[in-house]
Structures are given as C-alpha cells and as structure tokens.
C-alpha cells in the first residue's frame, strides 16, 4: 500500500491503536532497524508534568549553541507532524508521507501501533537528517515506554512524579516513580526534578541499583512575574505560569549537566523567548484566554496556583478524558474561578459533560458555545481559562486561532 497524501499517512498511523505485544517485542523491531535510536546524542525525559516544557527548553537551548536539535513530543497539539522536529520544525510533509511509505509493510509485518511508529519514524529521521542530538520525551511511564528503547541516552531526567495513569502505573507514588525510574540506565545519569519524599525515594533506590549518578535540580526563588533565581542568576520567562520557573530549572541544571555553562547571556535570551504552545498560553488580550493543558490532579493544582493573580471576572472552561480524575479537577478549578463551565469533545476517550458537571459547576455540552458563554461572562477586561485534556486544547486552539 503506498499513500499519496502525508493527511492520509497521519490518519492511518493514528488510527493503529495499542496493540498487546509488550515492550520487547518492539526493541526487537528496533534492532531489526539497526537500532537508530542510538545513533545520536539523546537526552530523555520522563515525568506526569513538565517534561513536554522541559523537553522544549533544552532542546532550544541545545540549539542557541549552534546544534542540530532533533525534539520528539506527545500528544501533538495542532498536527501529528508537529511530534517530530528538528529544530522547532516539524518533519515536512513529503518525508513523512516517503517515511510511511518507506517501512509501511515493515510496520505491518511487525504489527505496531501508533506511538511505536511515532517512535520508530522520528528515530529513522534524525539518523538521516545527522542530528548532532535529540530531546525525546516519554509518552507513558518510562519502563515500557517506546522511547525507552535508546540503550545510552547523555542523560535522563524526571521531572515530576504525580497521581496519573494510576490504572496502569500504580496507586501509589513509590510505584509510579518506580515506572518512571525505568528509564534509568546502568552507570548511567539521571536528573530530577522537585518530586516529593516517597517518590524521590523510590527513584533513588533504582539509580543506586544501576550504579547511576542521581543530581537533582536545585531550588529556584521566585522573584515575581516571570522572573526567578536559580544558582544564583536571575531568568526572565516568556512563558507565564510559576510552575513554568520548576520547568525552567529542571532545563538549566539539565543542560548544566551536559557540560555547558547557564551563566551566559544566551542561556538567558533562550529563556526569554522560549514558549511550549498549549501551557499557560495566551491567545487573546480582551478578554486574556489562556489555555493550558492541566490534565491531571497535580497539574491542575499547579494551574491553580498560577490563576490566583489574573483578573477577575475569572471564567473557566474544561474538559477531560474518561480515564482522568475529571471530576476532582473539575471541583479544583471551579474553586479558582468566578464561574465555570464543563463541556465535552468528540474524541472516543472523551469524558461527558454530565459526567463532569460537580456541584457548582455550569454544564454545556456544546464546547464552542461554553467558550462564547465563557468570552462573553468575562467581558473585555476578564479572564478565560480553557483547561483539561491536551485534546481538548488542541482543537479549542485550532479554533480559536482560525476563527478569532
């Protein structure tokens, strides 16, 4: 079968659900492929939050020293090209559709699914495009996770443990660290991030079973707006949110420990310019809308946190998959806000708005007409916050971007 149109491509990778074969089936499929995961310098990144923000820093970063920078993220936020890029710019349509087209019976020979093939191309790519290195975030978890078939990233880095994907990684923090540990390689290095007590625990013990050098990133001080101090500097973020400055240290220490130095006015400039589009983005002045992809309880608590200084009225829009804590996240960000609205999406994950609708809470089915209730309740000098699934965000974003 060959595709004529990279739409199509998209369309039929994505529709490859997961498949039952585990983990090692797919390193062997790598291995058939020569392994090109391991034929540039990597740096990895797990965690339940931050690590799409983290993985963006430093792969700027890497490229203000003047690399090639290959940046491997999901879910996509605007297209399935934009999970591949080399520095900042998504894989062109015409090497995807060659991609596709290329190992498209190899991908059915070996029956993957569609983040396995995600992994798979933009390894393929990189190897042919010569990246000097690759950012690559972890999709879920870290142990089992397709990412985790690199055999010697420079570094690993976990940037936050939270309560996610609990059906699958564990009820507790010790175990969902232990998942995400997985990434962990023998006398590899792993940096973390600012995670709490029992997971940081739990990652230290797997580090010290690999004979891994463990660093974690040290406090910041939050000097107010975008600004804050880490290892002494001060940094001025683009990006608004205060969980963005966590992000920000997590990147620098990261990048410090590659072997280059924060202390410059580069550093400062990348920092200063840098945005991860759907975190805390703001895509209108009046009313100010920000959209921000909290789709889970600590992300919603950090998006909280970072609401409590925008202008009121202060109107809420959300939606979440059926296999979030949405209700929980519901009542969290009805209690930020002045008023908010649960909505739906068409997505076969999609929670309902009935679903959603806690006490206190204002249900609208019709997403784009809880957005217009929303713009309108807020008024010209209000606040819209649109959060939940990055789904949701990315068709609200879509829409929003197309037809303001």
């Not at 029992?198 to 040290?218: D, F, G, P, Q």
């Not at 990348?270 to 002045?285: K, P, T, Y």
């Not at 809880?370 to 949701?392: C, H, K, M, P």
Request: proline letters at 2%; one cysteine or more; a negative charge.
């Amino acid at each position: 079968m060959k595709f004529t149109d990279a739409g199509k491509a998209a369309e039929w990778i994505m529709s490859r659900r997961s498949r039952e074969h585990g983990f090692a089936h797919f390193q062997q499929a790598m291995k058939l492929m020569g392994d090109p995961q391991d034929s540039f310098r990597s740096v990895h990144i797990a965690g339940t939050n931050g690590k799409g923000s983290v993985t963006n820093y430093i792969a700027h970063l890497l490229m203000s020293q003047g690399y090639k920078v290959g940046m491997f993220t999901s879910p996509h936020l605007v297209e399935h090209r934009d999970r591949i890029r080399i520095n900042d710019r998504w894989i062109p349509e015409e090497d995807l559709l060659r991609l596709v087209n290329t190992y498209h019976d190899f991908i059915e020979e070996q029956d993957l699914a569609m983040f396995e093939i995600d992994v798979l191309l933009a390894s393929v790519y990189f190897r042919e495009q010569q990246v000097d290195w690759a950012v690559m975030e972890v999709g879920l978890g870290g142990r089992l996770d397709g990412t985790n078939t690199m055999h010697h990233p420079e570094l690993s880095v976990i940037t936050t443990i939270g309560m996610d994907h609990m059906d699958r990684l564990g009820d507790t923090y010790a175990k969902i660290a232990g998942e995400k540990a997985g990434i962990i390689k023998p006398n590899g290095r792993v940096l973390i991030g600012y995670l709490n007590e029992e997971a940081e625990t739990a990652v230290r013990e797997t580090a010290l079973s690999r004979h891994a050098e463990l660093i974690k990133a040290a406090e910041y001080v939050s000097l107010g707006g975008q600004r804050f101090r880490y290892d002494g500097d001060e940094y001025e973020l683009k990006a608004y949110g205060e969980y963005q400055k966590a992000n920000a240290s997590v990147a620098l220490e990261a990048f410090r420990m590659l072997g280059f130095d924060i202390h410059t006015d580069t550093v400062k400039n990348v920092l200063q310019s840098c945005m991860w589009a759907g975190r805390f983005e703001v895509v209108s002045e009046h009313p100010v809308i920000i959209l921000d992809g909290a789709h889970n309880e600590e992300g919603m608590r950090a998006l909280t946190a970072s609401m409590q200084d925008l202008s009121h009225p202060r109107i809420g829009v959300f939606s979440a998959l059926a296999d979030k804590q949405g209700q929980e996240m519901a009542a969290m960000m009805r209690d930020a806000s002045d008023r908010l609205y649960v909505t739906q999406f068409a997505m076969y994950r999609a929670d309902t708005a009935a679903h959603l609708a806690v006490e206190g809470t204002i249900m609208e089915e019709d997403w784009q007409k809880a957005l217009q209730r929303a713009e309108e309740d807020a008024g010209a000098n209000g606040t819209v916050v649109i959060s939940g699934s990055l789904y949701f965000i990315s068709i609200v974003r879509d829409y929003l971007l197309n037809n303001g």
